[in-house]
């Protein structure tokens, strides 16, 4: 199992960004997929999930309203789209095939701040 993030960078508060990741090693359109992140000194925190084919999608609290979860799966790639970023939205940014992180990539760095 391969994912590889890309699209983090630095923000400012209220603005947004769109995280991919692109997957490879496994039956990508046969697996459920997930955005988890973890803030500096804090535990992974499940962010959103979505189903294989892209037509069921669930999001934490914390960012629902806010966040879309998305794929393509002729590309391989999941992608998270974050709207009206605030600064507890900071933290490294990974694409998981568990809820729990466990099979995760290296991870995007988010930043919101003035």
């Known amino acids: 199992v391969q994912l590889v993030e890309s699209g983090g960078g630095l923000v400012q508060p209220g603005g947004s960004l769109r995280l991919s990741c692109a997957a490879s090693?496994?039956?990508?359109?046969?697996?459920?997929m997930y955005w988890v992140r973890q803030a500096p000194g804090k535990g992974l925190e499940w962010v959103s999930s979505?189903?294989?084919?892209?037509?069921?999608?669930r999001y934490a609290d914390s960012v629902k309203g806010r966040f879309a979860i998305s794929r393509d799966n002729a590309k391989n790639t999941l992608y998270l789209q974050m709207n009206s970023l605030k600064p507890e939205d900071s933290a490294l940014y990974y694409c998981?095939?568990?809820?729990?992180?466990?099979?995760r990539g290296q991870g995007t760095q988010v930043t919101v701040s003035s």
């Open positions: 998981a095939t568990d809820v729990s992180g466990a099979t």
């Open positions: 979505i189903s294989t084919g892209g037509l069921t999608s």
């Open positions: 090693g496994f039956r990508f359109d046969n697996s459920w």
